[in-house]
């Protein structure tokens, strides 16, 4: 009897399939992210960029800087395990920026990839929108009106 499409190892998550979770000060690379989830049985792939835009909530944003609590890459691990649990994940990597950021700059990179692209989809969504509500990184906003504003998780 030939095997299921289902049957095949490919189809299943991969047995490590955590491969780069970090927060750091430096620039991050969306080519790192990408090359780090890269797999052969992978058939969709989804990566979100975030940026730091001008705006927000009406007002203009110059600058923001983020910091996080030592525990973020734990809590950012906790929920990619949740991610990888919950999708049949072939890789998964993020990354989140700390520090000054100008408007443009790179501040989050979350890349996921799965046997099918609408499981990709669905982990990537997962995996940032989790870490956007969960972990904590807290961003404080200079607007070009002088005022201030801290905006975070948790």
Known sequence: MAPTTHDHPGEQAAHDPIKLLAVRETPLSVDEVFRAVGDDAAGGTTLFVGTVRNHDGGADVDKLGYSCHPTAE????????????EYPVRALAAVHRIGDLAVGDIAVVVAVS??????????CRK????????????????FSDGTEEWVGAC
Request: aromatic fraction near 6%; hydrophobic fraction near 40%.
């Open 114 to 123: 799965c046997p099918h692209r609408g499981e990709a989809f669905e982990a």
């Open 74 to 85: 734990a809590e950012m691990r906790r929920i990619a395990d949740k991610v990888v649990a």
């Open 127 to 142: 995996l940032i929108d989790d870490l956007k509500h969960e972990v904590p990184i807290w961003k404080h906003q200079t």
